[in-house]
């Protein structure tokens, strides 16, 4: 959006030089893509008159002119034949620059000093198309040393914002005035919509318009008879062409001059071209036929919103009007439609047909239907200013749903403790009221209205945005942000799925997804009991089948299932894992299931049960978890009784692990032993640990002694490993299994068990006695508690 300098002064208050007008707002959000003035380069031409002119003696081309720049004359040899004494033209002085790039200095012509040049409208960058020659000749009565920028305009500024979708309100003279006013913490003023209806005719009988497609929010129209149709006034040209847009004729300068202002698209049709009296806002017809303002013919299609006066159409609803309807050099009656379309719609077809417009550009982006009374009003202002026409009375205003002011309370220590702020209630009130955000006090709270213009407020983030671009970004202090090793709590379980995620895929595993709901018939495949827990089910209303017509309760038949199905593609080595939840039904049957997330390994092919369980204890130790012990369980229907444990994390049982009984594994096809762990991560996860400590290496040595042992085969591995690190205290460091035997040399119903025990103490070099009192102590307890011996 170009916004000229001069033309945005003539709304909002501004006292700030062009590159600081755009350097402020930049700062308060609008974002300035350049600042261009057209006479930038020129520097040190002056307005000087010729006082008088003399022949050169040795150049009968070359004349010496006398010249009055006001302060000094000075003497200028030139070449020029078109100006006389007393003319008053541009004269670049010793070390100007002129439009080019190029620099004068003072120097000889033919051994005559000249100190500079007079200028033509070529070196000054104001030739048009047409080549001039000889200077330029400038009205006697300008005042003479003037910088020449001055004199032609050249100083004129032109702001390039690039403006966000969110922001339509920006696309015109008065979302920028505000901007602006707000920005510097000045006034600004609307442009006059006062007019007076000068025809006693009532537009509204003499012109119907029916909406027949909700793409159309609005629709609004107005007539003016007796129109003039001549060229604008040289001030509203000038406006058009520093905002880029080619002057035609009054009435169509003043749709442009308005859509550029209020920031609404208008189009004025020729009353004549109006058959039927009657205009209808509907879609076109499939491969229609209709040439455009730019005489191009386009094929329309259903999709696309048209203006019609009943028989043909006359324009495309907010892109471009029609050729046949255009307002000629003698119209005399004209029909202002002003009129808001669905954004989509406009943006949709507007490249569907290649024809991007200033209108499209607009309506794409859903500017305010309540626009469409203001620019209504300024144009016939216009027209009545200009002496052009008598607007007729009355007007067609079809709005079937009114887009009205939005609420919103918030409170104003949350927006000082969101921004880092310490801004006063009145403070933020003046900032939101100078945006047109009406605000009023109530405690602590903020009640505001927000204009329907502003299509971004929605939420209070919103107005503590507003709040600190007008109160200056630049004005907020530094924070420095608040950083802990720890996730908050609130992120607690997407940290620690993540964890189990890399954890698993880590220890070789896959990731598996399966459905939630199953079949009854599940529960008989994996042994469940009839009088089980587990088939107490929450059933489906609606379910696909009779496959899946409950929601599980245990996630071992989904496992299974992906076990299956990869046996009977012949994998024969399966590593598999699923993060799922299981539902158990509330007894209160209006209160939802109480959902538990489970994770599920399934194993099979060259493994057995201590690998599955070196995958639980890798997972456990990721988690930082080390309160883990493991407890036989043989009655558990789906399991092998033998191979078989309950992981226990204190005294909540977190899940059971083992080999699936072969009966299990029989229902499901499976002619290979399978390992399964089901583990309730929601124990798990009140058992983690995130935040890691780390201590510093060891200073002492460690001593390490080998034990080997015979043991009951009931004696469990993990019953010996505690009995050692309860009796060995605080200096045993470590306990770790390195062999089991069993054999001839070992009495049946016997094992052998060898520890290597790891002691050290954190403050001193521990010494032999000291270890050897230890070390007795443990074989002592091993033997009253396990009824171990040493082996021979």
């Not at 500024?157 to 008065?174: G, K």
């Amino acid at each position: 959006m170009k916004i000229p300098y001069n033309w945005l002064k003539d709304y909002a208050e501004i006292n700030v030089s062009p590159k600081e007008l755009g350097d402020r707002l930049t700062l308060s959000g609008s974002q300035l893509e350049e600042v261009i003035v057209q006479g930038d380069v020129i520097q040190n031409v002056v307005t000087g008159k010729i006082v008088k002119i003399e022949k050169h003696p040795d150049a009968d081309k070359l004349s010496i002119c006398q010249v009055d720049i006001g302060t000094e004359e000075i003497q200028i040899v030139t070449a020029a034949t078109n100006m006389k004494e007393q003319d008053v033209v541009p004269v670049a002085l010793h070390g100007s620059v002129l439009a080019d790039g190029t620099k004068i200095k003072k120097g000889k012509l033919r051994g005559v000093v000249s100190n500079g040049m007079f200028c033509s409208e070529e070196e000054l960058g104001t030739a048009g198309d047409e080549p001039v020659h000889g200077l330029l000749i400038l009205p006697t009565d300008t005042e003479l040393g003037k910088d020449i920028k001055e004199v032609l305009g050249l100083n004129k500024a032109i702001l390039d914002f690039e403006i966000t979708s969110n922001r339509p309100d920006c696309l015109s003279m008065i979302g920028m005035a505000r901007e602006a006013a707000a920005t510097l913490r000045t006034s600004y003023k609307m442009p006059n919509l006062e007019y007076k209806a000068s025809s006693s005719s009532d537009i509204n009988d003499e012109l119907k318009v029916e909406i027949k497609d909700e793409l159309c929010n609005r629709y609004m129209a107005r007539g003016v008879k007796n129109v003039k149709i001549a060229p604008s006034p040289g001030w509203m040209q000038e406006r058009l062409l520093e905002a880029g847009v080619r002057p035609i004729n009054n009435i169509v300068d003043i749709t442009n001059f308005v859509m550029l202002e209020i920031g609404q698209p208008m189009h004025a049709f020729d009353r004549r071209e109006l058959a039927n009296n009657k205009i209808v806002v509907e879609r076109a017809n499939d491969k229609e036929k209709f040439t455009t303002l730019d005489e191009v013919e386009r094929e329309l299609d259903s999709s696309m919103l048209c203006i019609k006066d009943g028989d043909r159409t006359v324009g495309l609803a907010g892109i471009m009007g029609g050729l046949n309807s255009e307002v000629k050099d003698d119209t005399t009656e004209i029909v202002f439609e002003c009129a808001n379309f669905d954004g989509t719609n406009i943006r949709v077809n507007s490249k569907k047909l290649n024809l991007r417009t200033e209108a499209s550009s607009r309506f794409e982006k859903d500017i305010d239907p309540n626009l469409a009374q203001l620019a209504l009003d300024r144009a016939c202002a216009l027209v009545c200013e200009l002496g052009i026409g008598e607007v007729m009375e009355g007007t067609i205003d079809i709005y079937p749903n009114k887009k009205e002011e939005g609420n919103l309370v918030v409170d104003s220590n949350w927006i000082n403790k969101f921004l880092g702020t310490d801004i006063s209630k009145q403070g933020m009130k003046e900032a939101l009221d100078s945006l047109e955000i009406l605000t009023e006090i109530d405690g602590d709270n903020l009640v505001l209205k927000t204009p329907t213009f502003r299509i971004d407020l929605a939420i209070k983030e919103d107005i503590a945005e507003e709040v600190a671009r007008i109160y200056g970004y630049d004005k907020i202090p530094t924070t420095i942000f608040k950083v802990s090793t720890d996730r908050e709590s609130k992120y607690r379980k997407e940290v620690l799925d993540d964890n189990i995620i890399l954890l698993a895929t880590g220890s070789g595993l896959n990731q598996s997804i399966s459905y939630s709901f199953v079949s009854p018939k599940v529960f008989n495949k994996v042994n469940l009991s009839e009088d089980s827990e587990l088939r107490n089910v929450v059933k489906i209303k609606n379910p696909l089948g009779e496959d899946y017509s409950v929601m599980r309760t245990t996630t071992l038949p989904s496992i299974m299932e992906s076990l299956e199905r990869n046996y009977a593609r012949n994998n024969d080595f399966v590593r598999l894992f699923e993060m799922g939840k299981i539902y158990i039904p509330n007894e209160d049957e209006t209160k939802l299931p109480t959902e538990k997330n489970i994770l599920t390994i399934g194993i099979y092919g060259d493994c057995d049960y201590l690998d599955l369980k070196g995958i639980v204890e890798n997972i456990l130790e990721g988690l930082g978890i080390n309160n883990a012990n493991y407890v036989r369980e043989s009655d558990n229907p789906s399991y092998h009784p033998g191979k078989t444990a309950a992981l226990m994390l204190g005294k909540n049982k977190a899940g059971v692990f083992g080999e699936i009984h072969p009966d299990v594994t029989e229902n499901y096809g499976l002619d290979v032993p399978c390992f399964v762990a089901e583990i309730n991560l929601d124990v798990l996860y009140e058992n983690a640990e995130i935040a890691r400590k780390y201590k510093a290496l060891p200073k002492f040595p460690a001593v390490t002694r080998d034990i080997a042992l015979l043991v009951d085969d009931e004696v469990l591995v993990q019953e010996i490993d505690q009995t050692i690190r309860k009796a060995g205290g605080n200096i045993v460091e470590k306990v770790e299994l390195f062999d089991i035997y069993k054999g001839k040399q070992i009495p049946e119903g016997k094992k052998s068990i060898a520890y290597a025990i790891a002691y050290r103490d954190e403050n001193k070099t521990l010494t032999d006695k000291e270890v050897n009192k230890t070390h007795d102590k443990i074989l002592r307890s091993l033997e009253y508690k396990l009824g171990a011996t040493l082996r021979d």
